[in-house]
């Protein structure tokens, strides 16, 4: 086969991959669009059964800045049976202190129910003003550990994992947990919501951000909720059912996305032990978070996150081929390996194979053009659909108005989406490289400062 027929026959096969991604896509959009109409009809965020009492794990780092807004936030929501437990992890800065004189902490005993860690916890206190609130002070182990450490002393039927730096919204917790007191609620083992962006005004870079948001959730989670296939229950907004999760393992260690790797392994495990279990997906803005609003933070953020999607993809590989959740092993794995893993390295491999079409005169520089616009306009609707889908919702119609999502994405399309395409390569082709897992590096709740965590 000469190098001609290589290069058309290969762009060929690229073009069928890019239609069948944009389908598959469009299918997705449609399904989602339905479940945010259904769960509306609903009233899903009026939960009608006895509310659960639920536990808040916030793991803190040095965060000193926003630890107490954050902390009052939570106590401030509307709900009536919520505790918080606060795992400061080794913090070399006031993070501690500012707990420890704002809610007049004391120590108690240090009594863990279950063992799941052997970091264990220097103290446990409780707070004086504030009965719902209690912190651990331990040693610097890493999020993950941390997070492990606090789920050893709830004593509540659900917890919820947060960060320190996401901002909840009022009603938000009762919307997580209605799926649970609602019809087969007892086979829930875990909710995710929608997480919104607090700075999205803050630059052109956060603007862009949200339009990757409005993808991510409106499209790329909701549409797996009839599957029982949710593939990720964000780390900014999760509800778990506690037995489950300790039954489970507890939080994965020596992952770079460990909620990720979490939902994963919940998938395995409840559909080998817990057959007719669901993990569901809200589409309410639950919480919000603080994106990255510099180059050289959003570039380790999404290292971050496609090296963490690689590792945990080969980690669970195998469940692929259990069949103990259908569409989750058939769908979902080959679908996050098709259009998630895969689509950064075809994408540069198309841009290659359409420059050497053009220097072997077999493309002119008008179909480069064409082919050029063809692919924004893809790109565009991919955006627009997102837009669509979160459209139905009125609580969420003026955030994610279609004229604000087109706009944006046509300028994230011309440079933005591009360069993020090559840190996914970048990420793909060095996520087993060794490297110390430690606290997320996005970004502290003052955007302004944004420091490596």
């Known amino acids: 086969m000469n190098i001609e027929v290589f290069v058309l026959e290969a762009l060929f096969w690229l073009s069928i991959y890019f239609l069948v991604s944009l389908l598959w896509y469009f299918g997705m959009a449609f399904i989602s669009r339905s479940q945010v109409k259904r769960s509306l009809g609903a009233g899903a965020s009026e939960p009608n059964g006895v509310l659960p009492a639920v536990t808040f794990l916030i793991p803190a780092c040095n965060e000193s800045a926003i630890i107490l807004r954050s902390v009052r936030a939570l106590l401030g929501l509307n709900y009536p049976l919520l505790k918080i437990i606060v795992i400061n992890d080794g913090s070399s800065d006031q993070t501690f202190s500012i707990l420890k004189n704002e809610f007049l902490l004391s120590k108690i005993d240090v009594n863990p129910r279950v063992q799941l860690t052997p ?40 917890f919820v994992i947060s960060d320190a730096d996401t901002v909840w919204e009022g009603d938000a ?29 803050g630059n052109l870079m956060s603007r862009l951000q949200l339009v990757e948001y409005v993808r991510a959730f409106y499209v790329g989670r909701l549409c797996w ?77 999404r290292l971050r996150w496609q090296r963490g999607l690689v590792q945990t993809i080969f980690k669970f590989f195998r469940f692929s081929f259990s069949f103990k959740n259908f569409y989750f092993s058939l769908f979902v794995i ?64 003026k955030e994610y108005h279609w004229t604000t999502i087109a ?47």
């Open 334 to 397: 080959p679908y996050t390996v098709l259009f998630e893993i895969l689509s950064a390295p075809f994408e540069w491999l198309a841009v290659v194979l359409i420059l050497i079409g053009r220097h072997l005169h077999l493309l002119t520089t008008l179909d480069v053009v064409l082919i050029a616009v063809l692919s924004l306009l893809l790109g565009w609707t991919g955006s627009l659909l997102g837009s669509w889908v979160a459209w139905v919702n009125p609580a969420t119609r």
């Open 225 to 301: 909720n009839d599957f029982n296939a949710v593939p990720l229950i964000s780390g900014a907004a999760g509800l778990y059912r506690t037995e489950v999760a300790l039954q489970a393992g507890g939080i994965p260690l020596g992952s770079e996305t460990e909620d990720l790797e979490m939902t994963f392994r919940l998938h395995e495990y409840c559909g080998r032990y817990r057959p007719g279990y669901r993990i569901y997906f809200v589409p309410q803005i639950v919480c919000r978070t603080w994106v990255p609003l510099k180059w050289s933070v959003l570039i380790r953020q």
């Open 173 to 201: 917790l009762r919307w997580l947990v209605g799926p649970v007191v609602g019809a087969d609620g007892d086979k829930i083992i875990a909710v995710g919501g929608v997480v919104g962006l607090m700075n999205s005004e």
């Open 119 to 158: 970091t264990y916890p220097r103290d446990l206190y409780q707070s004086g003003t504030e009965p719902r609130l209690q912190v651990l002070n331990k040693p610097n182990s890493g999020k993950s550990d941390s997070l492990n450490v606090g789920l050893q002393f709830v004593d509540t039927e659900f």
């Open 407 to 453: 706009g944006y994405s046509i300028v994230e399309l011309c440079g933005y989406r591009q360069i993020l395409s090559l840190v996914r390569l970048f990420a793909a082709l060095t996520a087993f490289k060794r490297r110390q897992i430690s606290w997320r590096s996005d970004l502290p709740a003052d955007s302004t400062n944004q420091t490596n965590r």
